[in-house]
């Protein structure tokens, strides 16, 4: 009887070879949210918050991947991943965010958008940082029976988000996240080391 050959262990890489953003304000930008989410969400442990991982959404296919700018997916637990495996994970993200860029708006707007409606990615927004590629540089897409359907802007320019109950605005070359129910203003990273080197100063005058 011949032996049954045994199945070639399927290898899903950790990165794409592409460079994690566009310039340092592509970058400054992601760091800012994925930082102001997960601390949103610290006391959440069924609230996973991520950036640039890769996402693979067909088992066995290590080709059919995508990386989100930012995340946010509800109902699997925190904890670091060295890859997002949709079909280990069980759900999708409800919440992403793609940085745009020269180099990326068109896959950004047409592929990704696509993909991400297949996917169930319940709200899908897109920000142009330097203003240069979007117009209006905020755009947003939520589900609707299965299909995207765009999200209104405020005059100023901002959204809001079903899923996080937070208001997205322009701010400069970022993006700020106000919560909707109390108005406060999730701080970038550099407010918050500021604010730290605030309260060591007072400490050591007292």
């Known amino acids: 009887m011949a032996a049954i050959p045994l199945q070639r262990e399927i290898h899903y890489p950790e990165s794409d070879g592409k460079p994690m953003a566009e310039s340092d304000v592509h970058q400054a930008v992601m760091f800012d ?13 069924d609230v996973y918050v991520s950036g640039n991982i890769l996402l693979y959404y067909v088992e066995g296919n290590p080709r ?12 699997i637990p925190k904890g670091r991943r060295k890859t997002y495996l949709l079909w280990k994970e069980g759900r999708s993200p409800g919440f992403v965010v793609e940085v745009t860029s020269d180099t990326t708006r068109n896959e950004d707007l047409r592929k990704k958008k696509d993909l991400y409606e297949q996917l169930g990615v319940e709200e899908y927004f897109l920000f142009d940082p330097l203003d240069d590629y979007l117009r209006p540089r905020l755009q947003g897409h939520r589900l609707l029976d299965g299909r995207y ?6 005059i100023d320019g901002s959204l809001v988000s079903r899923t ?19 108005g406060e203003r999730l701080l970038f990273v550099d407010e918050i080391d500021q604010e730290l080197a605030r309260l060591r100063k007072e400490l050591g005058r007292s």
């Open 164 to 182: 996080t109950g937070l208001r997205l605005k322009p701010e400069g070359e970022n993006l700020r996240l106000i919560d909707e129910a109390t």
């Open 149 to 154: 359907e765009p999200i209104p802007p405020s």
């Open 64 to 75: 059919a991947s995508v990386s989100p700018d930012v995340l946010v997916t509800w109902g």
């Open 33 to 45: 949210l994925i930082h102001a989410l997960k601390t949103r969400y610290s006391g959440e442990p």
